[in-house]
């Protein structure tokens, strides 16, 4: 079973930027797709973006759409999340997660059954 741990959060003020990292532990990296997901207190936790690791296809959040990038080294079993001009309801805790690789969707993400504890993305206005 792989195990994800993710790092990078912290505070920032709005219109600034934060690099997540996510690093899969204990599995092949090339055997799953790989997704971020937020959750904000008092809300339901959310998809934000994703990657078929195998063909390079990414899914995003409407919400996030143009301000974030997913990307991967396969080399590092690691998973980026690039954070640009971020806004106050950006704010949440961002967790890595991961699925063995199956039908590709596109536009859909894949359902994710393993994930981080996460780390806390704050900005301030």
């Known amino acids: 079973q792989v195990r994800l741990v993710e790092s990078g959060g912290g505070s920032v003020q709005a219109g600034g930027s934060l690099r997540l990292s996510c690093v899969a532990f204990g599995g092949t990296y090339s055997n799953y797709d790989m997704g971020w997901f937020r959750q904000a207190p008092g809300k339901q936790r959310e998809g934000v973006a994703a990657?078929?690791?195998?063909?390079?296809?990414?899914v995003y959040a409407d919400s996030v759409k143009g301000r974030f990038t997913i990307s991967q080294d396969n080399a590092k079993s690691t998973m980026y999340l690039q954070m640009n001009s971020l806004k106050p309801e950006d704010t949440a805790t961002y967790y890595c997660?991961?699925?063995?690789?199956?039908?590709?969707?596109?536009?859909?993400?894949?359902?994710?059954?393993?994930w981080g504890q996460g780390t806390q993305v704050t900005v301030s206005s």
């Open positions: 990657i078929y690791t195998g063909v390079g296809m990414t």
């Open positions: 997660a991961a699925v063995t690789k199956g039908l590709v969707i596109p536009g859909r993400l894949p359902p994710f059954g393993t």
